[in-house]
C-alpha cells in the first residue's frame, strides 16, 4: 500500500482560480518536501516543511504541515498556466536518508 | 552555480545488458542519492553515497549498483536488465546527508529496455 497518498489525482483549473493539493501519510513524517514535475523531466524543489504548524510561502504558492494529522497541503493562489505541471511530496518516513513519494498530482490550468 | 547534471539524457538497451548512468552533482555537495520512476509513479529510492560510501539502500535487488567519486559524482550500474527497468532515473544531490538537506535532481536518464 502506497504511504503517501495524494489527492486529488489530477485537476483541471482556469487560470485564476485557488486550488489545494493534499498529501496524507501512514506514518509519522520527519520532514515533508514539496516538488514539482515538467512530464519526463526532473524534480524542481519549492519547500521543505519540518515542524508541526510549520507554513512557508514562496511567489503564489504556500505549504502547510500539520504533523498531528500527518499531512500537509499545498495550496496555488491566482493560478497561471505556468504552474501547470506534477506535484509530489516526499516524506522522510524514518529512514533518515530516503524519501517516499506520493503518486504525484497532475495540474492543469487552462485559460 | 552548477546544478545536477544527468548522462545520458536517453538510453534503449535489450534485456541483459548492462547499462552505467552518470550523474554530477551540484557543486558544494557531498551526497548523492539515486531513484527509479516508472510512469505514472512517484520516485522509488534505489539508494544513496555519503561521501563515497554507500549510506542506504532501498529494496533493490543488488544488480543495481553504485559508486560515488571524491569529486561526489555518482554512477548507478544495473546489470541483467530486465524489462520492468525501464524508467527515469533520478539522480539527486545535498548538501549534506539528513533530514535538513533538501534533494535537488537531475532531470533524469530514460531508460528503455526491449
Known amino acids: 500500500s502506497q504511504e503517501l497518498e495524494q489527492s486529488p489525482q489530477s485537476l483541471i483549473v482556469q487560470e485564476g482560480k485557488n486550488l489545494t493539493i493534499n498529501c496524507t501519510s501512514s506514518k509519522t513524517l520527519y520532514g515533508l518536501y514539496w516538488y514539482k514535475q515538467k512530464y519526463g523531466e526532473g524534480l524542481i524543489f519549492l519547500m521543505m516543511l519540518q515542524k508541526g504548524g510549520e507554513e512557508k510561502s514562496h511567489e503564489k504558492i504556500t505549504a502547510k504541515l500539520d504533523e498531528k494529522k500527518q499531512q500537509s497541503s499545498l495550496h496555488i493562489t491566482a493560478s497561471q498556466p505556468s504552474h501547470a505541471g506534477i506535484y509530489l511530496c516526499?516524506?522522510?518516513?524514518?529512514?533518515?536518508?530516503?524519501?517516499?513519494f506520493g503518486k504525484g498530482t497532475s495540474l492543469l490550468v487552462t485559460p | 552555480e552548477t546544478g545536477v547534471t544527468q548522462s545520458p539524457t536517453h538510453l534503449i538497451k535489450t534485456r541483459g545488458q548492462q547499462v552505467t548512468l552518470r550523474c554530477s552533482s551540484q557543486?558544494?555537495?557531498?551526497?548523492v542519492s539515486w531513484y527509479q520512476q516508472a510512469l505514472g509513479q512517484g520516485p522509488q529510492f534505489i539508494f544513496q553515497?555519503?561521501?563515497?560510501?554507500?549510506?542506504g539502500r532501498g529494496n533493490f535487488p543488488p544488480r543495481f549498483s553504485g559508486l560515488q567519486f571524491p569529486n561526489y559524482s555518482s554512477e548507478l550500474n544495473v546489470n541483467a536488465l530486465e524489462l520492468d527497468d525501464s524508467a527515469l532515473y533520478l539522480c539527486?544531490?545535498?548538501?549534506?546527508?539528513?533530514?535538513?538537506?533538501?534533494?535537488?535532481f537531475g532531470n533524469g536518464t530514460r531508460l528503455t529496455v526491449t
Open positions: 539527486a544531490s545535498s548538501y549534506n546527508r539528513g533530514r535538513s538537506s533538501p534533494l535537488h
Open positions: 553515497y555519503y561521501r563515497e560510501e554507500e549510506n
Open positions: 557543486s558544494g555537495h557531498n551526497t
Open positions: 516526499g516524506a522522510d518516513l524514518a529512514s533518515g536518508y530516503a524519501l517516499n
